[in-house]
């Protein structure tokens, strides 16, 4: 998610689609936005003039082993949200990344 800080997490129950068409589709598809929602935090921390480019970019070869990381802990959230609910998990994972300003984390 463009809109949260690289290496943050953010777990909610529901919520709108956030211009992910991906997830507008669930949502079309499910007939319901209920659903929990697991973001990403993938903004680098400098303007992006072009999101869709920067999305769709490959990941740079120095951030390998950062991502593997940002994945393990992003793994062990969901499988908090599915073991233990969302409100551990939310308790757990949603948490400011240093440096971070926003409000919407």
């Not at 463009?2 to 290496?7: I, K, Q, S, V, Y």
């Not at 936005?33 to 990941?59: C, K, N, Q, W």
């Not at 599915?82 to 990344?97: F, L, T």
Request: glycine share 12%.
């Amino acid at each position: 998610d463009l809109a949260l800080p690289w290496g943050s997490i953010r777990i909610r129950l529901s919520g709108s689609a956030g211009g992910h068409n991906g997830v507008k589709d669930v949502i079309r598809c499910a007939g319901s936005d209920g659903f929990a929602r697991v973001r990403l935090g993938i903004h680098p921390g400098h303007e992006v003039r072009d999101a869709s480019r920067f999305v769709l970019a490959p990941i740079q070869a120095g951030q390998k082993k950062e991502l593997d990381s940002f994945l393990d802990t992003a793994c062990q959230a969901v499988e908090t949200l599915i073991a233990q609910g969302a409100e551990k998990a939310m308790a757990a994972y949603n948490r400011r990344v240093q440096g971070s300003t926003s409000e919407e984390e």
